[in-house]
């Protein structure tokens, strides 16, 4: 059982950074791809950021790649989403999870992961 609390959302105006966390419960976790996903009012979740057990493998959607930058502390428990340059359209509630596949695949998918946190909510002024 893995539990994941998000923390680092807020407020800010477009062009400032916001650093997203996720600590993670359970003894396992570094068995588990990571992810960041968010969903805005209205709009589908969509998939942002995946990173593999051991941190090699990264995966970025188009819209956040270059601004954005995924990363993970297994001895902590924990993985952190670094995100610079925001814009209004970043507005939304972002999400952590956890996978048991690879982070290409995880990639791939926007639902059905094994654990999902409860969210963080992000608001980009303009």
Avoid at 2 to 28: F, H, I, K, P, W
Avoid at 30 to 43: D, E, I, N
Wanted: charged share 20%; aromatic share 12%.
């Amino acid at each position: 059982q893995v539990q994941l609390v998000e923390s680092g959302g807020g407020l800010v105006q477009a062009g400032d950074s916001l650093r997203l966390s996720c600590a993670a419960s359970g003894r396992t976790f570094s068995r588990y791809t990571m992810g960041w996903f968010r969903q805005a009012p209205g709009k589908e979740r969509e998939f942002v950021a995946t990173i593999g057990w051991s941190g090699g493998s990264t995966y970025y959607s188009d819209s956040v790649k270059g601004r954005f930058t995924i990363s993970r502390d297994n001895a902590k428990n924990t993985v952190n989403l670094q995100m610079n340059s925001l814009k209004p359209e970043d507005t939304a509630v972002y999400y952590c999870a956890a996978d048991r596949t690879t982070a290409q695949a995880m990639a791939q998918r926007n639902y059905n992961m094994d654990y999902w946190g409860k969210g963080t909510l992000v608001t980009v002024s303009s």
